[in-house]
């Protein structure tokens, strides 16, 4: 059922590469917990978001892409629909991806608000990936991205290497620990950084327009 009067509104964003024989029916089943919440009876009746200018949950047949820009009025109980989503998905996707989860506090308004108050809002990243080591590699990219992004400030891209160099190692030895006890394949790769989220840092963050 909708919720109405609900504490947050939840806005779930990214892009998750499939497996070329991922079928819609599986997609459907492994996107339940989100269409389920909003009160759907299926993925397509649930796959629009609460705002318009929102695609909403799309899959792209052609490039096996599934494309998540979508709003729902919610409690912190979705967060138990993320960790299932989650778990579905990694049986399903092709390469890692991260998705960003952020909760607006629908009862906070920067505006009125006593300076002394403070918002509910609160953001987390959620990774998918066929196994740890492409789970990894997403997170590996991600921080690379972050910190070049803030150091360029001081920095010239150049000198980084060494930085770069050092997170590589760090996310090399976190797989080296997983290694004795699972197979996850190959290690993190250094590289020049993943996809783009935008800046991870403090403030509300602004909503998702398209």
Known sequence: MPRYNAPFEIHVHGDVPLRPDASFEQIQEALKPLWKYAGARSLADGANSVYEEEPGIRFEQKEHMLQICWTVAGDEDFRQALDEMCMALNE????????EVTFYDTDFDEEESDPEDESRDDFLMLFIGPNPAAIMQVQRDLLVEDVVNLMERHFDGAELGGVVAEIDKLFGDRFDALVNSLEIGKR????????GTGGHGGGRRPRHLH
């Open 92 to 99: 399903l996707a092709e390469q890692g991806a991260a998705i």
């Open 188 to 195: 993190p790769r250094g590289g020049t950084g993943g996809p």
